[in-house]
């Protein structure tokens, strides 16, 4: 498995931007393709974005399509989430997680492997 350790979030202002960062260590980072997921209180956790092992293709929530990027940088070993527009609902913990499926099975939390402890994001009106 890998570690991942999430950081960057924090409480930002509607329409304002954050990065997301999240470092791994342990297994071979390249090996595994990388999701974000968020959960807001009382809610599941839902897909955002994921993006494959190489960086070359990347796929987003409709929610997000368009305000979000996810990327990777695979000689850092660590995967980034820039938030731009940000609205109040998307208040919540974020985090990422690693798999080695393929892409169909990107969009959902129990295919992948391991999780960061997640970072709270707060987008106040």
């Known amino acids: 498995q890998v570690q991942l350790v999430e950081s960057g979030g924090g409480l930002v202002q509607a329409g304002g931007s954050l990065r997301l960062s999240c470092a791994a260590s342990g297994r071979t980072f390249s090996y595994y393709a990388m999701g974000w997921f968020r959960q807001a209180p009382g809610k599941e956790r839902v897909f955002v974005a994921a993006?494959?092992?190489?960086?070359?293709?990347?796929q987003y929530s409709d929610s997000v399509k368009g305000r979000f990027t996810i990327s990777r940088d695979n000689a850092k070993n660590t995967v980034y989430l820039q938030m731009n527009s940000l609205k109040q609902e998307d208040t919540a913990v974020y985090y990422c997680a690693a798999t080695s499926y393929s892409s169909a099975y990107y969009s959902s939390p129990r295919n992948y492997d391991s999780w960061g402890q997640g970072t709270q994001v707060t987008v106040s009106s």
């Open positions: 993006i494959s092992r190489d960086g070359r293709s990347s």
